[in-house]
């Protein structure tokens, strides 16, 4: 359990509360030891900030039987702490690209892991990325063009457009306008406070992980 809390997604802020990244928690923790982050936690509609040191405080406050059933905890030597949704950059201003990031990952959380071609979800190690026009007839590695396909899908296709195997796309494939990771993010209650944070203003930043 302790393994999967510090492989969870933590949303990063830069320091003008604008979303620009999405880390684990390991990587979280390390920036708020070094300073260089602080936690934002919503509470009772009101943003407060943490440092790392107030931040365990504020565990040690909350009994078990207070926090959240999604409350995620790693153990110190000495102390337990909560691992933090948010935190924000003390000394980052940039902003976020503009530009949704075109590969392997983004294409199955866009397709979200589902071959479209039998409709089905699969786990990540089943599943292929298929050229829906194959690239020996033309067919382009792009948005339009890359779809999920399961293995058994896949081979049944070939080189052969869809309706030429007798399969039919579950969806027809475009370029997302957002982060797909984020929107399968989203909807786990897990990480309802991100949505604070990504108003329309933001859901046409890419967010790297």
Known sequence: MEATALNSSVLVLNRLYMAVNVVT???AFS??????????????NRY????FETWIEVGQARERWEAEDDTEWVRAISFEV?????IRLLFYDRLPQSRVQFNRRNVFARDENRCQYCG???PTSELSLDHVIPRSRGGKTSWENLVCSCTRCN????????EE??????????KPRRSPVIRLKLKSGKYRSWKAFLNNAYWSVELQE
């Open 165 to 174: 195997a007798g399969l039919k796309l579950y969806r027809k494939p475009k």
């Open 120 to 122: 089905k979800k699969h």
């Open 25 to 27: 928690a390991r990587r």
């Open 82 to 86: 909560m691992v933090p949704r948010v």
């Open 31 to 44: 920036l708020l030891c070094k300073e260089h982050a602080e936690v934002i936690s919503v509470e009772d």
């Open 155 to 162: 081979a049944r296709k070939g080189g052969r457009l869809p």
């Open 48 to 51: 407060n900030s943490y440092d």
